[in-house]
């Protein structure tokens, strides 16, 4: 049986212990609700630029308009850009886009399409390896940070662009966890080579817009 001042030592023990967890606990809210912010400011402009690819693509014409828009008339190589974490202990948010990049990958291999792979992250990256490994064109380490800047976001886009000039793919479709809130995370895959055409836009749906655009210098 444990002495009075062996149980006044493990009480002290676990004093001390919580008031770790919640100094803890409170780093850990912040920088969620950081994070959480850095998401949802960026959305409105992802979203928008999102609406202007889609409706030049919609009237673009297929025999002068650049390839990265309306793609090069080809669909039988298929490059997936997997996003997950370099960290695990984070619920489901790794294994959804595990198994989503699974069931992507055996769709298109049943309709005889070659499937390439760009991991961002290590989780999904180590997961898939055994399976897919012989399927990478490369791997990367995931985006670090509660704040995202454009060199990160360039460095993997100039990685695909290259990609797909070189002819080492003919399709790009993203795969990653859409923002919702703290505990759920929605499973999105969109199509960034050729340029996804939404129903409204196929449509001729909304106010007729004229875009001026000058190539990159």
Do not use: W
Not at 123 to 130: E, F, H, I, T
């Amino acid at each position: 049986m444990a002495s009075l001042k062996d149980l006044k030592t493990r009480i002290n023990s676990v004093k001390s212990t919580q008031k770790i967890t919640a100094a803890m606990k409170m780093v850990a809210a912040a920088k969620l609700r950081r994070a959480q912010e850095a998401a949802e400011a960026g959305r409105p402009y992802s979203s928008r630029m999102r609406q202007v690819i889609s409706n030049l693509a919609s009237k673009a014409d297929a025999a002068s308009a650049p390839q990265l828009l309306v793609g090069n008339g080809k669909d039988d190589v298929h490059l997936l850009v997997v996003m997950s974490a370099d960290r695990g202990l984070c619920g489901g948010f790794n294994g959804s886009i595990t198994r989503q990049t699974r069931q992507e990958v055996a769709r298109l291999q049943a309709q005889n399409k070659t499937v390439k792979l760009l991991m961002v992250g290590r989780k999904s990256a180590d997961a898939l390896r055994r399976e897919f490994g012989s399927s990478y064109i490369d791997q990367r380490e995931g985006l670090q940070g509660t704040s995202v800047s454009y060199s990160d976001a360039a460095t993997i886009a100039e990685t695909i662009r290259a990609g797909f000039e070189a002819g080492e793919f003919d399709v790009c479709t993203m795969i990653f966890n859409k923002f919702k809130n703290a505990i759920t995370q929605e499973i999105t895959l969109t199509r960034l080579i050729p340029a996804e055409v939404s129903d409204a836009a196929a449509e001729g749906e909304g106010a007729v817009v004229s875009y001026e655009y000058e190539p990159r210098r």
